[in-house]
């Protein structure tokens, strides 16, 4: 029997990750209207908390939506003014996902309740008892536990990323409060394991009416067409069982092969136990002693990659108040599909099929009338790079795909030209390798950001700062990968994991980041971040700076040892 494909609907990136059906049960209260409020109602609605019998519950002031209310995030609109507070974000998750329950009413009875408080609310908050996670936005930091903290202070430049970051952490947190995380596969008797996703209609009810740890597939399926089968590992028949229940028709099937080391049975659980909430304060800034500004100084940017870290971050930096943003968005994708929207916050379902360069232009554009915005859907290969830098031979070829692309390749060019940063959010190491090889060049700060799972990673390269280059802090083989790893490939049986909560403070850290770099303060940035989701843990440092004796040459060398390829 062959396991088959899992579909690509909307949370198949992040199924492994957490446990589906818990999620769409859960119930959260939610209390406050600080700045990260929006942008948890988002990472909640796209995980899908709430979907099933589940929901989320505001309890807010009864107040209508004023003008500050629209500030520093990207989810009320100004057609929200005058109207309930509570009502008009309920009815903008209810447009986001309509499979879930958003309501206004007075706390939960069971759950878990969070509180996200503006700085006039912390007093009163911390004294109503019974909420498991604080969320706040700091003036140059973000901090998220089980008690509040002061320190609230106005709004600045970095609110909105800030907030951004804020939200997913408190979001993150709810999901291991509630116990979510899929912690792996049972490791059963002297058997080593292959996994496989099995999609099969009724299949995890089954595993969990069979009252019994692992059940054996072939049991489940008695009485249906498909129970006669067998499984072969090495040409051998086994017995698979059902090591994980992911939730009503998936379940991730072990299948055993022998081992010559003897032993008895060992299992580990397949979800996490809940555990409480530990106190995590974070900032982009590893000197939190800055002035910062109500305003981002006029700016032209170029973002690579509109998908999980871009749409955030893009849409972090419409949001954010400015003199006047100049935004170029590349992305290689040819549409958005179904399965991005489980936390490419840009896109909707009635987006389904559209080139994502374009519609994510387009919604930024939604968010930020004033902002500057061009779209170009192409790849950023090695061969390409003497021509984004003007140094390229072109050849003369009569064909109309070519000269479109020609084109492309002159408006890059002209964008990386008058760029004052370039954002790395790409799907592969190669194509980060070759931007910031160009940043280098050009001499621009390069602001690179990675996830995978509930891992995250970003890398603050500024030449002009003496900050490391990307071969500094990955090695020499970030030049010689050329995969792409795609949203669409398998890891094994499992499709590439991906969930919101990352990509949101991975792209809000990236967009914190580049502000402060494009606000003045350089020396004081933290040119490290590592998150780690599961473990609740998200740490910034400085680094030391480039040895002057080896960066920048060792990026530029790797190049000699890839074939360019001169395109027309």
Known sequence: ??????????????????????????????????????????????????????????????????????????????????????????????????????????????????????????????????????????????????????????????????????????????????????????????????????????????????????????????????????????????????????????????????????????????????????????????????????????????????????????????????HGLDLTVVDMDDAVENHNLNRQVLYGVEDIGRPKATRAVQRLAEINPAMRLRPVQTVIAPELEDHLLGEGTRLEIDDPDIAAQRRRIDELREALAAADAVLSCPDNQQTRWVLNRIAERLGVPFINGAVDGFVGRVHVCDPADKGRCLVCWLGTAVAQDPTRRSCTDLVGPAPVPSIVTSAAIIGGIQAATLIAELAGHAAAVARFHALDGAAGTLTGYRAADRDPMECPDHLIKNSEELTHVSQP
């Not at 949370?11 to 939610?30: N, W």
Request: proline share 7%.
């Open 1 to 322: 029997m062959a396991a088959s494909e899992p579909g690509m609907d909307k949370y198949s990136r992040q199924r492994g990750l957490v446990a589906q059906d818990l999620l769409a049960d859960a119930d959260v209260t939610v209390h406050g209207t600080g700045p990260a409020l929006t942008y948890l109602l988002q990472c909640l609605a796209m995980l899908g908390v709430g979907a099933r019998h589940g929901r989320i519950r505001l309890c807010l002031d009864d107040r209508a939506v004023a003008e500050p209310d629209l500030a520093d995030q990207f989810l009320l609109r100004a057609e929200d003014l005058g109207q309930p507070l509570a009502a008009a974000l309920a009815g903008r998750i209810g447009r986001l996902d309509p499979a879930v329950t958003v309501e206004a009413g007075p706390p939960l009875p069971t759950g878990v309740a969070v509180a996200v408080p503006a700085a006039h609310e912390v007093e009163r908050l911390a004294g109503l008892g019974g909420i498991a996670v604080y969320g706040q936005v700091l003036p140059t930091a973000v901090h998220v536990g089980p008690e509040a903290v002061a320190g609230a202070g106005p709004a600045n430049v970095l609110t909105a990323a800030l907030a951004t970051v804020c939200g997913g952490l408190t979001a993150q947190a709810v999901i291991n409060r509630i116990g979510a995380l899929v912690s792996g596969p049972a490791v059963l008797s002297s058997w080593v394991e292959e996994r496989l996703w099995l999609s099969y209609g009724g299949i995890g009810r089954r595993a969990l009416d069979a009252r019994t740890p692992f059940p054996v597939l072939r049991g489940l399926l008695q009485g249906d067409p498909g129970e006669r089968f067998q499984v072969l590992v090495d040409g051998r028949p086994v017995e698979a069982r059902v090591t994980t229940v992911v939730d009503d028709d998936n379940v991730v099937v072990s299948l055993p092969a022998r081992t010559d080391e003897p032993g008895r049975a060992v299992v580990r659980p397949v979800r996490a136990h809940a555990v409480p909430v530990r106190a995590l304060r974070w900032s982009p800034l590893a000197n939190e002693d800055v002035a910062l500004p109500d305003r981002l100084a006029a700016s032209r940017l170029l973002m690579c990659g509109a998908g999980a870290l871009g749409s955030w971050v893009g849409a972090v930096l419409a949001a954010t108040p400015s």
